[in-house]
């Protein structure tokens, strides 16, 4: 017993005294939390997307109580609302958030295209791509095996006629769907804009009209009719200069006048406008 005793009793001093060293430590040690920090992060919505130019909702937090940027509307997500309240918190005038949506710049389904070879390995538009690069006819188009679907936060993708689809009302402008797509068919733009080019093919318009007959094959008519000189027609694909588009004279005369109808025409407004 007493042998028991001598070896027990030096490791329970030594634990005491290394517990007392550590509850020390922490105390002297310690580095004080922003209070500010706790409050903010309650606000964001906790999307961890990084459309705020920071590593997600913490780092934006962080930033925000820092001093870092004091700019309250980069949480395009959390919309108006979060931009007021964190205004309120930081005691700074309030931003408007400018609102996006996500569109996908392919509307080449089944119903235009077709698929080139019979994919059955794993339904992942990213495997495709790194096995095959591609298992469409368009080596640019949607893939439609889903990576855009599983990753919306928001259940705002989905899958019609082999490709993807976005509901805009549902969107809230995260982006996580435009890093997911493999292909980068997915881009975000401002939720008032009203006019979007549904392909992405840069080949030649013989090439294109081949494998797609609703790509856009560089004809530059959109280009001429457009008055405000809002489409021009880069590597082979209209592309749109939505700072002009407003100015437009006759809008909606670039879809009219498309000879393929790639050019599409919509309202386009997410989920924190149709709250609003």
């Known amino acids: 017993m007493e042998a028991i005793l001598t070896a027990v009793i030096p490791v329970v001093i030594i634990s005491l005294i290394c517990a007392a060293v550590l509850v020390a ?28 130019g920071f590593a997600g909702c913490d780092g934006y937090a962080k930033a925000l109580a820092e001093g870092e940027t004091a700019a309250t509307n980069l949480c395009v997500p959390g919309g108006d609302s979060v931009s007021k309240q964190l205004s309120e918190i930081l005691g700074v005038e309030f931003e408007d958030v400018i609102e996006q949506v996500a569109v996908v710049h392919c509307a080449g389904d089944c119903n235009y295209t077709q698929d080139r070879v019979e994919y059955t390995g794993i339904q992942s538009c990213a495997a495709a791509k790194l096995i095959f690069g591609s298992k469409g006819e368009c080596a640019y188009g949607c893939m439609g095996l889903g990576d855009c679907v599983n990753a919306c936060p928001n259940d705002a993708i989905c899958l019609e006629n082999g490709i993807a689809h976005i509901n805009t009302r549902e969107c809230v402008g995260c982006g996580i769907c435009v890093k997911t797509c ?10 008032v804009e009203k006019v979007i080019v549904t392909c992405s093919n840069r080949d030649k318009g013989t090439v294109t009209r081949k494998v797609c007959k609703n790509g856009c094959i560089g004809c530059k008519k959109c ?23 407003p100015d437009c004279d006759d809008f909606g005369v670039c879809a009219r006048e498309c000879t393929t109808g790639c050019i599409m025409i919509s309202d386009f407004s997410g989920i924190h406008r149709v709250k609003q």
């Open 25 to 52: 430590a922490s105390k002297l040690m310690a580095v004080k939390e922003n209070e500010k920090i706790p409050q903010i992060r309650e606000c964001l919505p906790g999307a961890n997307c990084g459309a705020c």
């Open 182 to 191: 493999p292909n980068g068919l997915i881009t975000l733009m401002a939720d």
């Open 223 to 245: 280009e001429r009719v457009c008055p405000s000189g809002a489409i021009k027609v880069e590597d082979n694909v209209a592309v749109i200069d939505y700072s002009k588009c």
